[in-house]
């Protein structure tokens, strides 16, 4: 079975500090996702990559930043939090573009 | 640009019976993927069913199917013999050609519950 990994459930940061969120995925998949979910507004597309080192903007890139290193891990990065960026983030994977996408557990963020 | 409404926040629907999740979308590609994904409360996003919009055939999955209205650009989930672990957060999503930058769009989600 498909694998995404998302290295913490819960995370609690204070406003200003840089954080990183790291994502692996075990099945060679070519691209990777990160999303936010908020209520009400279903999953947003943060950025995507689809090899090494490259990287997209989705619907919602400010105050984000992404890195792709290794084709399995793909980190997101809040360069300096801030109250708003409190939400749960969800990282998935995909061998194609246009197929399902396999996502990781969560991980739930508050920026105090 | 493409974009997935789901205008059912919340739903209710006693054990054993059916209950259908609506979803809309609006997109003026020709070639473009519908999903939908259950939520539970442990977090993780789990595949239930596809429809490619040139598929002829609703899509099924053992208890789930695929309502798809391709004039009515509907692609309503349907629920048969509703169980207990059903209850979830349930979201439609569309993928369009590769040109697009965002690959999959979500709906806002349904948030069902099934009664015993």
């Known amino acids: 079975d498909v694998k995404v990994t998302q290295s913490s459930r819960y995370l609690v940061k204070r406003t200003g500090e840089k954080v990183f969120l790291e994502c692996v995925q075990d099945?060679?998949?070519?691209?990777m996702f990160w999303y936010r979910q908020d209520p009400g507004l279903g999953l947003r597309l943060i950025y995507f990559?689809?090899?090494?080192?490259?990287?997209e903007k989705g619907d919602i890139p400010e105050g984000y930043s992404v890195s792709r290193e290794k084709k399995e891990r793909f980190s997101l990065i809040l360069e300096s939090a801030s109250t708003n960026q409190t939400s749960m983030y969800l990282c998935?994977?995909?061998?194609?573009?246009?197929?399902?996408?396999?996502f990781g557990s969560g991980t739930q963020l508050s920026v105090l | 640009a493409q974009k997935i409404t789901q205008t059912q926040p919340g739903m209710f629907v006693q054990e054993k019976e059916a209950v259908t999740l609506d979803c809309t979308y609006d997109?003026?590609?020709?070639?473009?993927?519908l999903f939908w994904y259950k939520q539970p409360s442990s977090g993780e996003m789990i595949f239930l069913i596809y429809?490619?919009?040139?598929?002829?055939q609703n899509a099924t999955e053992g208890r789930y199917s695929l309502n798809f209205q391709k004039a009515r650009k509907s692609a309503n989930l349907v629920i048969s013999a509703s169980q207990l672990g059903d209850s979830a957060m349930y979201f439609c999503?569309?993928?369009?050609?590769?040109?697009?930058?965002?690959?999959?769009?979500f709906g806002a989600g349904t948030r069902l519950t099934v009664k015993p």
């Open positions: 998935a994977s995909t061998y194609r573009v246009r197929e399902k996408l396999f």
């Open positions: 429809q490619g919009s040139y598929d002829q």
């Open positions: 099945m060679d998949h070519e691209n």
């Open positions: 999503a569309m993928r369009g050609p590769r040109t697009d930058n965002n690959d999959m769009r």
């Open positions: 990559s689809y090899d090494v080192k490259m990287k």
């Open positions: 997109t003026s590609d020709p070639s473009y993927g």
